[in-house]
């Protein structure tokens, strides 16, 4: 692992919450309950705050914004902010955020994006996540093998062709970068009218490398009504714990010295 400044490097999470929820017939899915009196929006905070981030940052649609000081309870490190018309936008708006915070510093940032509709995935899971990105020490998404096999459709969804699952993955979050290429990268496909589906894609239209590493098949993406119901049954054994990302860093180095 490269040390660089071990002692400052910082870890900012992003959680992009600012969509419509088009395909999800009941409403804005992130405010259905999904455990015990919590909806997906809180239950995804949580779990992410389960890793003592410097800072998360929550981007809402503007209509969303207003929400009372007892949300989240005790949680104290989480900041509202508004997202933009797109999910790159909304992204590009909380590394804003982060540049205010630390423009001085923004080398020395790591920054990770987590979808707000993915409630399911553990601190537990997170932080291996985070640790195997600082031991290669690159842009890396949390991604699953295709298993399936995958037929290409026409219009009327009629089969055209079998497509090999070989060297096939889906992509996931979270997905962990460092802040200048991933400012640099969405400022890119912002401003030439580029839109990418999820952050690597911004990455890849710049040529920057960004590895997969293996991710869970339970961190499923509510995104239909009937993901919701897959989501409660998961949400039932899913823990929370707590770890200081910051101090296994420092304690992984100094192992190695």
């Known amino acids: 692992m490269k040390k660089d400044s071990k002692n400052n490097i910082k ?24 455990h015990e009196n919590e909806d997906v929006l809180s239950r995804t905070i949580k779990n992410v705050a389960g890793i003592k981030f410097d800072k998360i940052f929550v981007g809402l649609n503007p209509k969303d914004k207003n929400f009372p000081e007892s949300y989240l309870g005790n949680i ?45 995935i553990s601190s537990q899971d997170i ?38 699952r070989n060297e096939m993955w889906l992509a996931q979050t979270p997905q962990m970068f460092r802040f200048e290429i991933l400012y640099s990268s969405l400022e890119h496909c912002i401003s030439s009218k580029i839109n990418v589906t999820d952050e690597s894609q911004a990455l890849e ?16 993406k509510i995104t ?24 296994i860093y420092k304690e992984e180095e100094e192992s190695n010295d």
Request: with cysteine; aromatic share 6%; hydrophobic share 40%.
């Open 11 to 34: 870890f900012i999470c992003i959680i992009p919450a600012a969509g419509e929820s088009s395909r999800f017939k009941k409403g804005n899915k992130l405010f259905e309950n999904i």
């Open 76 to 120: 104290d490190n989480v900041t509202f902010f508004t997202g933009g018309e797109s999910r790159q936008k909304t992204v590009l708006n909380g590394l804003d955020c982060i540049k205010k915070l630390y423009i001085n510093n923004i080398d020395n940032v790591w920054v990770i994006i987590h979808d707000a509709a993915r409630p399911i």
């Open 127 to 164: 932080k291996e996540f985070m640790i195997n990105v600082l031991r290669l020490n690159k842009s890396c998404i949390m991604a699953i093998p295709v298993s399936d096999t995958i037929k290409k459709v026409d219009k009327n969804n009629n089969i055209i062709k079998t497509t090999s």
């Open 205 to 220: 239209i710049l040529g920057h490398e960004c590895a997969v590493l293996r991710g869970k098949p339970y961190n499923i």
């Open 224 to 247: 239909e009504d009937i993901d919701l119901n897959h989501a409660k049954a998961l949400a039932c054994k899913t823990d929370i714990l707590n770890y200081d990302i910051n101090k």
